[in-house]
């Protein structure tokens, strides 16, 4: 049986999640199945996850947060109710790792629960240690804690470079 591989695309740059994105098309291209879980987003438009749905059953996206708004943007009321969605999530995620539900697992914007103080790190490995060693797995978001190096194989960092083009 092949080994999976555990990659970490973060940064400040975008295209963090169309990577991961672009990863599972190339999985399911090879026969693969694939899931994402995604965190912190917000309430994205219908037609994004109506492409999306395009692709299953070997592609599925799974959003576990109700809320039309960024979780940073939500009253303390609000954040604690998304809070047990976002565990919710996370238990998801954990079942998913321990089945082998899938081939090739993203956990998007992920790391941004670890930022915010949703979730420890320590929680985040406790997680990762679930995985079927079969099955490969991307973590995004948009820093990276020091230990968390140490469980990827691979790791992409995307940062926007602004470049002043004014004439001189």
């Known amino acids: 049986m092949e080994k999976g591989t555990v990659q970490i695309i973060y940064g400040s ?3 963090k999640s169309s990577l991961a994105l672009g990863r599972c098309i190339s999985a399911v ?3 693969k199945t694939a899931i994402i879980i995604q965190f ?3 309430n994205l438009d219908a037609d994004r996850l109506a492409v999306m ?3 299953e059953p070997e592609l599925q996206v ?3 947060e109700k809320s039309a708004d960024f979780f940073t943007n939500l009253s303390e009321e609000e954040k604690q109710k998304e809070l047990m969605n976002i565990h919710n999530g996370l238990n998801y995620a ?3 790792m321990t089945t082998g539900e899938c081939d090739f697992l993203v956990l998007d914007e992920v790391l941004g629960l670890v ?3 949703i979730v420890s790190e320590e929680e985040l490995e406790k997680l990762l240690s679930v995985r079927e060693e079969s099955m490969s797995l991307v973590l995004t978001g948009t820093v ?3 230990n968390l190096k140490k469980k990827a194989d691979i790791i992409t960092r995307l940062d926007d470079v602004r470049i002043d083009n004014k004439s001189e």
């Open 40 to 42: 912190l987003k917000g």
């Open 53 to 55: 749905g395009r692709l």
């Open 115 to 117: 930022d915010q103080k």
């Open 144 to 146: 990276l804690p020091e």
């Open 62 to 64: 799974f959003r576990f």
């Open 94 to 96: 954990k079942k998913v």
């Open 29 to 31: 291209a090879g026969g």
């Open 13 to 15: 740059g975008k295209g």
